[in-house]
């Protein structure tokens, strides 16, 4: 299963990188995220490792991410997985005109037969729940004193 959802931000790259690229906003503009920091002291990098904890209905997923590309201010990607499964999650940004289009691009790929079955059924909910993170990200990146002049 993959899904695919954009938004149009009214801020130019530089600004929008400035929010993805730190993890502590994400909490702010995720809201099923209770957790996002990195395991180690170190600048962000490729090969850094993530702590994610994810509340999934009365759930909460633990789950250890590693950062696969980061591209200022082009591009963050994520992979990660737990029991029922593994995934990916890549944040692209394009400049258009003034703004920044953002597009999240996520695989999903279940390893528990039930999971399996649910994906079908999952994946509107799961787009919605992508769309709404992306109007977070815009609302929040468009409240902030422009970064870029």
């Known amino acids: 299963m993959r899904i695919v959802e954009s938004i149009l931000i009214d801020r130019p790259p530089e600004d929008v990188w400035a929010v993805v690229s730190d993890l502590e906003t994400h909490t702010i503009w995720r809201p099923a995220l209770v957790e996002f920091r990195r395991l180690d002291d170190r600048p962000l990098r490729i090969g850094s490792q993530i702590r994610e904890v994810l509340r999934w209905g009365t759930r909460e997923i633990e789950i250890e991410d590693v950062v696969t590309a980061l591209d200022p201010p082009r591009r963050f990607a994520l992979r990660g997985g737990w029991s029922a499964a593994d ?27 039930l999971l399996r079955l649910a994906a079908p059924f999952l994946k509107r909910t799961m787009s919605k729940a992508t769309r709404e993170e992306l109007e977070k990200l815009r609302d929040y990146v468009e409240a902030r004193p422009a970064a870029s002049a």
């Open 87 to 113: 995934f990916e999650v890549d944040f692209l940004l394009e400049p258009v005109g003034d703004g920044t289009r953002v597009t999240m691009d996520w695989p999903l790929r279940p390893k528990s037969p």
